[in-house]
């Protein structure tokens, strides 16, 4: 229910001032005439230049970086293939359905490096660009470290998805300990249909996305009674994902789907029918999964993936009711500090994933 935003074009505003001629930026006689970039979101970002030199221009790279939570500053590279000359227009198409897209709300620098034919070079300043989606006539909320926005339905909706976010943040911190460590925005799209179309390569059942490394949420919820009702425990899905991704963030490993998703299940209340009604006939038939290959991503089959999710709902409930807060507060900070999966739980439970899965289906009869 994790990573995963807009089939339509948005003008980018740059901070250069991209209306007309941006100031010319020059090294000796080479200079940059126009800068710009355009978004056709999700699918592609085309960056613009025109420059000219004395010599042959023989080298054009377009720069990015793109900010979001990481431990070490990314720069890409992209080369541009233009015919030398002392006068270039050219530009370069980024395909994001080759790469993956980005949220709504965020934010990327980018800049040229240039050289002609007599070595001289020059590299310009960074411009930033903010995506937005500019169909929508957007109104925001903002409480504490947590900024909604919406389109669709009054101030009463987006204060009850606010009250359910801020419950949601104490609720986590009182059974795991997690706490937000950075700010979150959510972006409550009126449905998921519209999610869905703005996403690349979107699967047909996702209705909420977590981007943690951007601190954002997309999600779809209207102000009507039932969707606002599936909205609510989604909305706090979602949050525990980007939380927990938050807290254990580190270069080395992540966490087991198990407990990833489990998590965040236990975070909505108890279990639904569906998935108790699955749980039993699984156990009943002798098909419940093992720890160990609930560790991995869950199956792409619907009864399955189903199951995955009931088992790590219970798997985690377990942990919490046998052995508190405390430990699951241990657990998630020895997954901060890299630990494996069997490390983690042999430190802070004493036992590894095939103990777990023992303990817990002694008590599961």
Do not use: C
């Amino acid at each position: 229910m994790t990573k995963k935003v807009f089939a339509l074009i948005l003008l980018v505003g740059l901070v250069a001032g991209l209306a007309g001629a941006a100031p010319a930026l020059a090294a000796g006689e080479l200079t940059v005439i126009t800068s710009s970039a355009e978004v056709d979101f999700p699918t592609a970002i085309t960056f613009d230049i025109a420059a000219r030199s004395g010599a042959a221009i023989t080298d054009i790279r377009l720069n990015y970086t793109i900010e979001r939570r990481a431990f070490a500053r990314v720069v890409g590279e992209f080369y541009l293939h233009f015919t030398p000359s002392t006068s270039v227009a050219t530009d370069y198409v980024w395909d994001m359905r080759m790469t993956g897209g980005m949220p709504p709300g965020a934010r990327l620098q980018y800049w040229w490096r240039l050289t002609d034919a007599d070595d001289n070079s020059l590299t310009t300043d960074p411009v930033t660009v903010v995506i937005s989606d500019d169909r929508y006539d957007w109104r925001s909320l903002t409480e504490g470290d947590v900024t909604l926005y919406w389109y669709e339905g009054d101030d009463a909706f987006a204060a009850e998805l606010m009250a359910t976010t801020q419950t949601g943040l104490t609720d986590l911190a009182a059974d795991t300990g997690a706490v937000l460590e950075d700010p979150v925005k959510f972006y409550v799209y009126a449905n998921s249909d519209d999610l869905r179309g703005s996403m690349i390569y979107p699967q047909e059942w996702t209705g909420g996305v977590a981007f943690s490394e951007y601190g954002t949420i997309v999600i779809g919820i209207g102000p009507t009674s039932f969707s606002l009702a599936w909205g609510k425990g989604a909305i706090v899905h979602e949050l525990t994902h980007l939380v927990i991704h938050q807290v254990i963030a580190n270069p080395y490993s992540g966490l087991p789907t198990w407990l990833d998703e489990g998590l965040a299940m236990t975070s909505m209340g108890e279990l639904d029918a569906g998935y108790v009604s699955v749980l039993e006939a699984a156990k009943d038939s002798g098909r419940l999964i093992s720890v160990r290959s609930l560790s991995s991503p869950f199956s792409t089959y619907a009864s399955e993936s189903v199951l995955g999710y009931a088992q790590s709902y219970e798997l985690v409930k377990y942990l919490l009711d046998n052995y508190g807060r405390d430990a699951m507060s241990a657990l998630l900070n020895a997954f901060r500090q890299g630990s494996g999966y069997d490390e983690a739980l042999l430190a802070v439970y004493g036992f590894d994933r095939d103990g777990l899965d023992s303990a817990w289906r002694a008590t599961f009869q």
